[in-house]
Structure formats: structure tokens, C-alpha cells
């Protein structure tokens, strides 16, 4: 039997997934891992790229807002932390706890199709979009010979087998700890894109923004006041300032602190009242813990935070 798949129906949610899967077929030559890296490490260097904002925002989320004792260099750490997250997000889970890439399955007759004769039709067709392409592969795939069918139905065949013997072989070798690590990475996932999910919900939701803690303040008006030299890395200029940072008397570092308070509480304040506000509209969900009644039972941790 010949498996095939309607492509032509009126089904939108179908159509879209066809072009998802199309995008993966023709995607064959990926960056590298080493290029990922050496485009964020140039993006690191030039404060005005979105990696620069990005760093910056990673350090205003875990620099201290009022105490700043011993917590002078966990910027930089929190700029390490920021480049070998963007690291492991190139990695399989199964990679990242030391296994080999998992086996891929095979494409299917339909899909083996379109890699067959994408290039061609991309090549007479330039201007066309994608989902149009989909389209003229599918009425190419179904006029097509059957015998044609029929071949690319046993190469898929063979293949199948192959892939789960390959498969079954790989499973066989993963031990019973790498197995647990690869299920608390998938739960560190799916709890970062709620995370993620979160955050949008509570900017749309109009939540005060907390303010930069003194030493991102700081470190902002010394770029304003000495920004780093062209060809000066991003990291050589932060570290400088930071050690500036520890150079100043702690009454020049209480100006910097004072503000920082004012804008603090002025922030708590706009909070808890956005935060009736919330519950008034009944959107609990985005509300502190620490401010509902009965709050819900906290999450356990997985053993990956613990041991960090």
C-alpha cells in the first residue's frame, strides 16, 4: 500500500504543517554550531545588536536591586550563563547529556518527492512562495506515475526497517541516569516556555516593569559617558566598568543606591495596585503568591535546579 497524504484539501491547519515539513526538507546545509557562537560573540561586541540587549537584560533579572555587597561580578556570570544557554539550545537533549545525535526517521514517499523535485521547480519557478510551491509539488505528486509511487514506497520501506534497528540499537545504549537527565531537561523546557508564555501574558497585561538595579544604572550612564572603543570587546569594557564599580566610595555608590530605592518603591506600589486590578478582572493566574489568600501549592524543583 502506498502511503500518501490529501494535499490538496481545504484543511489550512494541513497546509501549513506541509509547508513546515517542506521548510525542514529544504533546509540542508544548517549553520554550524561554530558559526551560532562566533555570530553572538560578534553580536556581544556592538552594544547597539539585540545580543547586547539581551545580556543586558539577563544581568537587570539577577543583579541584586538594593544590596550590593559581594554581588559585584554576578553580572559577568550572569553573561556567561546567558552564552551557554544560547550553546545547549544547538544540542539535542540527548546530546546534551553526552549520547550521540538520535537516529532520524526516514522521509516519507511523498516527502522524498519533494526533495526530489524542489530544486527544479524552485529554480523555473524563483518568485513563488512557499505554500504556492507545496501546491504545484502536490498536483506533480499526483500525476505522477504509479510506478514512480511504488519506488519511492519501497525505498521508504527499506529505510523504516533500517531506522528501527538503528533506533532500537540507540535505545539500547542510553543507561538509566541519562535517561533521567533527558526527562528533567524536557521538564526544564516545557517550564521555560511556560515561563515564556507568562511573561508575554503579563506584558500584554500592562504589569509595571521593575526598575534596573544600581549597578545597571551605573553601568548605563558609563556608556552614555565612555562607551567602548570600536574595536574593544564587549566583555573587556564590561569588566572595566565593574571593577570601576568596586573602585567607588560608598558614598558615591549610595547615590546610585538612593535612586535605586525611590524607583523601587515607587514600582511596589504600582504593582500591588495593578495587581487588584487583576484580581478584579479575574486574571489570578498572573498574580504574586505572596500576594493571594490561598495561594497555589509551589512546583517541585527538579533535581538539575537543586543541584545548582
Same mark, same amino acid.
Given at each position: 500500500?502506498?502511503?500518501?497524504?490529501?494535499?490538496?484539501?481545504?484543511?489550512?491547519?494541513?497546509?501549513?504543517?506541509?509547508?513546515?515539513?517542506?521548510?525542514?526538507?529544504?533546509?540542508?546545509?544548517?549553520?554550524?554550531?561554530?558559526?551560532?557562537?562566533?555570530?553572538?560573540?560578534?553580536?556581544?561586541?556592538?552594544?547597539?545588536?539585540?545580543?547586547?540587549?539581551?545580556?543586558?537584560?539577563?544581568?537587570?533579572?539577577?543583579?541584586?536591586?538594593?544590596?550590593?555587597?559581594?554581588?559585584?561580578?554576578?553580572?559577568?556570570?550572569?553573561?556567561?550563563?546567558?552564552?551557554?544557554?544560547?550553546?545547549?539550545?544547538?544540542?539535542?537533549?540527548?546530546?546534551? &547529556?553526552?549520547?550521540?545525535?538520535? #537516529? $532520524? /526517521? +526516514?522521509?516519507?514517499?511523498?516527502?522524498? %518527492?519533494?526533495?526530489?523535485?524542489?530544486? @527544479?521547480?524552485?529554480?523555473?519557478?524563483?518568485?513563488?512562495?512557499?505554500?504556492?510551491?507545496?501546491?504545484?509539488?502536490?498536483?506533480?505528486?499526483?500525476?505522477?506515475?504509479?510506478?514512480?509511487?511504488?519506488?519511492?514506497?519501497?525505498?521508504?520501506?527499506?529505510?523504516?526497517?533500517?531506522?528501527?534497528?538503528?533506533?532500537?540499537?540507540?535505545?539500547?545504549?542510553?543507561?538509566?541516569?541519562?535517561?533521567?537527565?533527558?526527562?528533567?531537561?524536557?521538564?526544564?523546557?516545557?517550564?521555560?516556555?511556560?515561563?515564556?508564555?507568562?511573561?508575554?501574558? &503579563?506584558?500584554?497585561?500592562?504589569? #509595571? $516593569? /521593575? +526598575?534596573?538595579?544600581?549597578?545597571?544604572? %551605573?553601568?548605563?550612564?558609563?556608556?552614555? @559617558?565612555?562607551?567602548?572603543?570600536?574595536?574593544?570587546?564587549?566583555?573587556?569594557?564590561?569588566?572595566?566598568?565593574?571593577?570601576?564599580?568596586?573602585?567607588?566610595?560608598?558614598?558615591?555608590?549610595?547615590?546610585?543606591?538612593?535612586?535605586?530605592?525611590?524607583?523601587?518603591?515607587?514600582?511596589?506600589?504600582?504593582?500591588?495596585?495593578?495587581?487588584?486590578?487583576?484580581?478584579?478582572?479575574?486574571?489570578?493566574?498572573?498574580?504574586?503568591?505572596?500576594?493571594?489568600?490561598?495561594?497555589?501549592?509551589?512546583?517541585?524543583?527538579?533535581?538539575?535546579?537543586?543541584?545548582?
Amino acid at each position: 500500500m502506498i502511503l500518501t497524504v490529501p494535499l490538496l484539501g481545504k484543511t489550512t491547519s494541513l497546509l501549513g504543517s506541509l509547508v513546515s515539513k517542506f521548510r525542514q526538507v529544504i533546509h540542508k546545509h544548517p549553520p554550524t554550531k561554530a558559526t551560532i557562537i562566533n555570530k553572538m560573540h560578534d553580536n556581544i561586541s556592538d552594544p547597539s545588536m539585540p545580543a547586547f540587549t539581551t545580556t543586558m537584560q539577563t544581568i537587570t533579572n539577577v543583579s541584586p536591586p538594593l544590596n550590593e555587597t559581594n554581588n559585584i561580578y554576578r553580572p559577568i556570570t550572569a553573561a556567561n550563563l546567558c552564552l551557554s544557554s544560547t550553546t545547549n539550545a544547538t544540542k539535542s537533549l540527548e546530546e546534551q &547529556v553526552g549520547l550521540p545525535p538520535k #537516529p $532520524k /526517521k +526516514p522521509l516519507t514517499p511523498y516527502f522524498r %518527492f519533494m526533495a526530489e523535485h524542489r530544486a @527544479k521547480l524552485r529554480a523555473e519557478n524563483p518568485k513563488v512562495p512557499a505554500i504556492e510551491l507545496v501546491r504545484m509539488i502536490s498536483k506533480k505528486w499526483e500525476a505522477c506515475d504509479p510506478s514512480i509511487k511504488t519506488r519511492l514506497q519501497e525505498q521508504y520501506s527499506i529505510d523504516r526497517q533500517k531506522y528501527i534497528e538503528t533506533r532500537t540499537k540507540y535505545e539500547s545504549n542510553i543507561s538509566d541516569k541519562q535517561r533521567k537527565e533527558i526527562k528533567e531537561l524536557k521538564q526544564e523546557i516545557k517550564e521555560t516556555k511556560e515561563k515564556r508564555i507568562m511573561r508575554k501574558r &503579563v506584558k500584554e497585561l500592562g504589569r #509595571p $516593569k /521593575k +526598575p534596573a538595579s544600581a549597578f545597571i544604572k %551605573f553601568l548605563s550612564k558609563e556608556k552614555m @559617558k565612555s562607551p567602548p572603543l570600536p574595536q574593544q570587546p564587549w566583555r573587556d569594557w564590561f569588566k572595566q566598568t565593574t571593577a570601576k564599580w568596586a573602585q567607588l566610595s560608598q558614598d558615591e555608590k549610595n547615590v546610585h543606591l538612593q535612586e535605586s530605592r525611590r524607583e523601587i518603591e515607587v514600582y511596589r506600589k504600582e504593582l500591588t495596585s495593578w495587581e487588584e486590578k487583576m484580581i478584579r478582572l479575574g486574571n489570578v493566574d498572573v498574580i504574586r503568591h505572596g500576594s493571594l489568600i490561598d495561594p497555589p501549592e509551589p512546583k517541585p524543583r527538579s533535581q538539575n535546579k537543586l543541584k545548582k
